[in-house]
């Protein structure tokens, strides 16, 4: 068993470097570029490079820290700026919940009742429709 296994991982590694011929590439009179395993008759063919070349490695980026960071105002302003972002986060967050709840309530409840200049009134089929719809927008727009 262990022989099968030695011998077809042999052949597969030497299959690899065989089947890597080589590729030319040629111009023909009509300005058409072709590529083939063989070059053409009575034509200039130059050979391409098929072999994959191994990454390169790129060293990660130093991303400043607040303690590297030598002005103090910087670093409160950064402070700062980080706080309302996650404020604004909050916010949009709650508004997407609640526009979701909304959208689930039209969707499922056809008898949607308003308050609208103090008085409450039923929502109609044609206005449920469109706040569905404006729901959907608002939804796409704001929310992930």
């Known amino acids: ?4 296994i030695l011998t077809s991982s042999l ?18 009179a ?5 590529f083939g395993a063989q070059p053409p008759q009575g034509q200039q063919a130059t050979t391409i490079n098929t072999a994959v070349p ?3 490695t790129a060293e990660p980026l130093a991303i400043p820290t607040f303690e590297s960071i030598a002005d103090p105002e910087q670093a409160a302003i950064d402070e700062k700026v980080k706080q309302q972002v996650a404020t604004q986060e909050a916010e949009r967050k709650q508004y997407c919940q609640t526009v979701r709840t909304n959208l689930a309530q039209l969707e499922n409840n056809p ?10 009134r039923r929502l109609n089929e044609e206005e449920r429709q469109q706040r569905i719809g404006e ?3 608002a939804i796409a727009k704001n929310c992930k």
């Open 111 to 120: 008898r949607v009742r308003v308050e609208v200049d103090g008085e409450v």
């Open 1 to 4: 068993m262990r022989r099968m």
């Open 135 to 137: 729901a959907k927008q």
């Open 54 to 56: 191994q990454p390169k």
């Open 30 to 34: 009509q300005g058409v570029t072709h």
């Open 11 to 28: 052949l597969l590694a030497l299959s690899a470097s065989a089947m890597a011929s080589q590729v030319y590439k040629w111009v023909d």
